[in-house]
């Protein structure tokens, strides 16, 4: 009977547990992250009027050339996520780097920050202009 008791206790806490851990994700929301190639990328960037554009390649590739609109934000400076998380959470962010290395880095720090949707140029500039899309030096 005591043993029936314990029993019964522990099935208790470990229910209650469970609930509460269920109720903390549910009220956090996750980011949508969609991979994207060049020409499926220009498709979204024409489609969307709100989006932030993030370029966070080093600035002697940015002077070679970039993407039109993009702001520079540079991943390898030490406040890179200070600087994104100035950016609107709920615009829809599109961000790109030299060849898709970096980019997946920065989307990884755009879900810790809760950032609703981003679109990754996933071959990145260099896919771009393999595309012969539009490029301001």
Request: glycine share 6%; aromatic share 12%; hydrophobic share 35%.
């Amino acid at each position: 009977m005591k043993y029936f008791i314990y029993f019964f206790i522990s099935i208790f806490f470990i229910s209650c547990q469970s609930q509460g851990n269920d109720n903390s994700q549910s009220a956090t929301k996750k980011t949508t992250v969609h991979h994207l190639s060049a020409k499926d990328f220009k498709v979204k960037m024409d489609e969307l009027t709100n989006e932030q554009l993030v370029d966070v390649r080093r600035p002697d590739e940015v002077a070679q050339g970039y993407i039109p609109n993009a702001r520079h934000i540079n991943i390898a400076d030490s406040d890179f996520k200070e600087k994104i998380a100035a950016l609107n959470k709920e615009q829809p962010i599109m961000v790109y780097c030299a060849a898709g290395g970096r980019s997946k880095k920065a989307c990884k720090k755009f879900e810790e920050l809760g950032f609703e949707t981003v679109y990754e140029l996933d071959t990145g500039f260099s896919g771009w202009v393999g595309e012969n899309f539009e490029v301001n030096k």
